[in-house]
């Protein structure tokens, strides 16, 4: 059986992910810019940084 994730859970680790690929995907002397509304960018701050904003 597969473990059960609520869906704020699932939500953040799309939000990991998709810095994870970008940055991957960004070259070295690039820099990745991530536009997103002032909610989205609490969830990207707390995956960059590991602290809960809200």
């Known amino acids: 059986m597969g473990k ?3 869906f704020i859970d699932w ?7 998709s810095i994870a690929t ?3 995907h960004t070259p070295d002397h ?3 810019h991530i536009l997103s509304t002032y909610t989205a960018m ?3 701050r707390e995956a ?7």
Do not use: H, Q, S, Y
Not at 48 to 54: C, F, M, V
């Open 4 to 6: 059960n994730i609520n």
């Open 11 to 17: 939500f953040r680790l799309g939000i990991a992910v």
């Open 22 to 24: 970008a940055l991957k």
């Open 30 to 32: 690039e820099t990745l």
């Open 42 to 44: 609490l969830d990207v």
């Open 48 to 54: 960059l940084t590991g602290n809960i904003i809200r």
